[in-house]
């Protein structure tokens, strides 16, 4: 076997899916402290906090409580490479949560026990189920008083449409929470055992049968296990592992994060079960596999001072094929100009790392002054354009004024490297000379304009606008876009990559425009390439 077969087999590149609240951030820290990366728990917030407090504009997410920024972790276990994409779990920042889920190949869907499936749950495993993405379940706070367990089945099946299969089983919840056995490899596991860094190890069985099994459960508790496990076995499909990589059915966990209770069981079944890094398709290739000695890969998100000290942007670049090492140079398939990567990053827990050498699945971070852009390909070799990264459709429009006429030029630079940063959606009207900015969150109003008065130094205003949609406008035929083009002049604006873009006052002038010009293509997202 290659190195770079080796290294692809170990890599499990992966995000979680959760509701606000949910204790994403919790099962985060506990992942990480299997992997050695960090010594303490509550470092990743802490950590994250001191940060953030830095940076001016990250106030209104502090105020709020939640968290924007998304980042990279990686960490080893059991020979495994793990990196853990961060996803901000505020409903307002969905499309740049949409675009992390492009670079992973599997998810871990983490439930509050007591709430099952909930708003922004059900959104985010939307996209992953568009992506046929496996998805594992990790039902928390089980020292709670939860929802009945098979109940939480049964929503988990009725609400999302998927197969169900527990790998583990609780035992009691709330303060009556003993533990869970593990139904794939026959062990008991105990909760009062688990406290501190170190879980239980487990106590092997021979089913749920085992005499020994008294020696640890009350009497009740015991014979409602084996009753339960006898409904399991009857009422749930056994583990499919083709079910799963197919995204059609997810092996369910129940635990308590913050207990670091079945956080080992859930990575080691990541670990076994999730797949390894996977075949991407491009426009002019078909799939690439991972395995391509070529490198290649493609930015699926910007985001500008991470690190106070520098004022540049990150590139967060997601490795598809080939082996990375450090000072290469990489063809930007589209300006087709060479990027030397003499100082890329690589995201260990601890803290930014220069990469040496990466490998598909993982993640590295170019430092760059916005020559890349979300979607943008990088390739030791041909141009490829990875098809796949949407752009989604504003849902909110404004208009946006620098406070002071004179600074006009100074707003339209900041608003062209937000809108490549894919923070929001930018249109310059063909006419006139404000700028539109599209948002999928009215929040992010809020945050721009923080950005740009602290930022760029322009304060500006943003305005409501009676505009109804802008959507993107493609025709196989030039003659007849640019016609639509010239006919709609006062109704037309480009975005920030120079696309067309029909501006609708209202659902009637956008239907009419559908009518009198069928050929012409109206789109809601658009794929970055
Ligand atoms: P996030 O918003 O999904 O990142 O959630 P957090 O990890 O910040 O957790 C939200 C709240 O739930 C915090 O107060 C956590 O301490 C709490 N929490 C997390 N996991 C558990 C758990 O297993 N049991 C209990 N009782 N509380 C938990």
């Not at 890349?372 to 390739?379: C, M, N, Y």
């Not at 599209?438 to 809020?446: K, Y």
């Amino acid at each position: 076997m290659s190195t770079l077969e080796k290294e692809v087999n170990r890599r499990r590149t992966f995000a979680i899916i959760s509701h606000p609240d949910a204790g994403k951030t919790t099962l985060t820290e506990k992942l990480l402290l299997f992997g050695g990366a960090i010594q303490m728990a509550g470092e990743v917030k802490a950590r994250g906090d001191r940060r953030r407090a830095r940076s001016d504009w990250m106030k209104v997410e502090q105020e709020r409580g939640i968290s924007v920024a998304s980042s990279v972790m990686s960490f080893e276990y059991d020979g495994r490479m793990f990196n853990l994409l961060d996803t901000p779990g505020h409903e307002d920042f969905s499309e740049d949560t949409y675009r992390v889920l492009t670079a992973v190949d599997s998810a871990i869907m983490v439930l509050d026990g007591a709430k099952g499936i909930e708003g922004q749950t059900r959104k985010l495993f939307e996209v992953c189920r568009l992506r046929d993405m496996p998805v594992t379940t990790f039902i928390n706070k089980l020292d709670r008083e939860s929802l009945d367990p098979f109940e939480l089945l049964d929503l988990i099946e009725q609400e999302l449409a998927l197969d169900v299969t527990p790998v583990t089983w609780p035992i009691g919840m709330g303060r009556d929470f003993k533990g869970c056995y593990d139904l794939l490899n026959d062990k008991l596991i105990l909760i009062e055992k688990s406290k501190g860094d170190k879980p239980d190890e487990g106590v092997v069985c021979e089913g749920v049968d085992d005499p020994k099994l008294a020696d640890y459960i009350p009497e009740h508790q015991l014979e409602k296990l084996r009753e339960d496990i006898e409904m399991v076995r009857e009422l749930c499909p056994a583990f499919d592992q083709q079910a799963y990589l197919d995204g059609t059915m997810t092996p369910v966990y129940f635990g308590s994060a913050i207990n670091n209770f079945g956080v080992r069981e859930l990575l080691e079944g990541i670990g076994e079960r999730a797949p390894k890094p996977g075949v991407y398709n491009t426009v002019e290739k078909g799939g690439i596999d991972p395995l391509d000695p070529k490198v290649s890969g493609f930015v699926f998100k910007i985001q500008a001072n991470m690190d106070p000290k520098h004022r540049d942007r990150i590139a967060f670049f997601r490795m598809v094929s080939g082996k990375f090492k450090r000072g290469m140079k990489l063809k930007h398939s589209r300006t087709g100009k060479i990027i030397n990567l003499h100082n890329p990053v690589l995201f260990l827990a601890q803290d930014r790392e220069l990469a040496e050498e990466a490998w598909p699945g993982d993640i590295i971070g170019i430092p760059n002054h916005g020559n890349l852009r979300i979607g943008d390909g990088l390739t030791d070799g041909d141009t490829l354009s990875f098809t796949g990264i949407p752009s989604f459709a504003p849902e909110h429009i404004q208009t946006v004024r620098p406070e002071d006429p004179m600074k006009a030029k100074h707003l339209a630079k900041a608003l062209q490297q937000l809108a490549e940063e894919g923070a929001a959606s930018v249109f310059k009207p063909t006419i006139g000379s404000e700028w539109y900015v599209g948002v999928v969150g009215m929040l992010q109003f809020e945050v721009m304009a923080d950005r740009i008065r602290t930022e760029y130094d322009v304060p500006c205003r943003f305005e409501p606008t009676s505009l109804y949609t802008a959507v993107w406008v493609e025709c196989d035929d030039k003659h007849k876009l640019k016609k639509f083009i010239d006919d709609n002049r006062a109704n037309m604006a480009e975005d920030h990559n120079g696309a067309p873009v029909f501006l609708a006052r209202n659902s009637w002038r956008l239907d009419k425009a559908k009518e009198d010009y069928p050929e012409v293509r109206f789109l809601n997202t658009r794929e970055q390439t």
